[in-house]
């Protein structure tokens, strides 16, 4: 595995909740689970805006600017572009704000726990 960088005390993770981090420039949200921990990027892949502030149910969290949801440890996109700040939009109306843009998953990163510290492998 590649280099590993402290990113924290599993202490300022909380369960269930999804904590902002960064790790060499790179910004990622931590979410832990109740069988660990999973990382993203911290940028939509829609239009590179912050995940942070998305709402997290479960291992899902939704963007807050178009609510596009993704799985939070595999990165895999479940919904794309499908309302406004939590607000659903019509089908036609949703093809306009994805302004041609894809459908596509987020960027995840490997997570590991050691003695009470959690380490981000941003490389990998
Ligand atoms: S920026 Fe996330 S869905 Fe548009």
Same mark, same amino acid.
């Given at each position: ?50 995940? /942070? +502030?998305? %709402?997290?149910? #479960?291992? @899902? ?12 440890? &595999? ?9 406004? /700040? +939590?607000? %659903?939009?019509? #089908?036609? @109306? ?12 987020? &960027? ?17």
């Amino acid at each position: 595995m590649s280099q590993q960088v402290f990113i924290g005390n599993t202490s300022d993770f909380p369960l269930g909740q999804a904590k902002g981090a960064s790790a060499n420039a790179v910004s990622v949200l931590v979410v832990h689970l109740k069988n660990g921990y999973c990382a993203i990027a911290n940028k939509c892949p829609h239009l590179g805006l912050p995940l /942070a +502030g998305g %709402k997290l149910a #479960g291992n @899902v969290i939704s963007c807050p600017w178009h609510n596009s949801t993704f799985d939070v440890c &595999t990165g895999r996109n479940l919904d794309w572009v499908s309302g406004i /700040a +939590g607000v %659903k939009m019509p #089908g036609w @109306v949703r093809n306009i704000v994805a302004l041609g843009k894809q459908p596509h998953g987020v &960027t995840t990163y490997p997570v590991t726990e050691k003695e009470g510290k959690l380490y981000l492998h941003p490389g990998d």
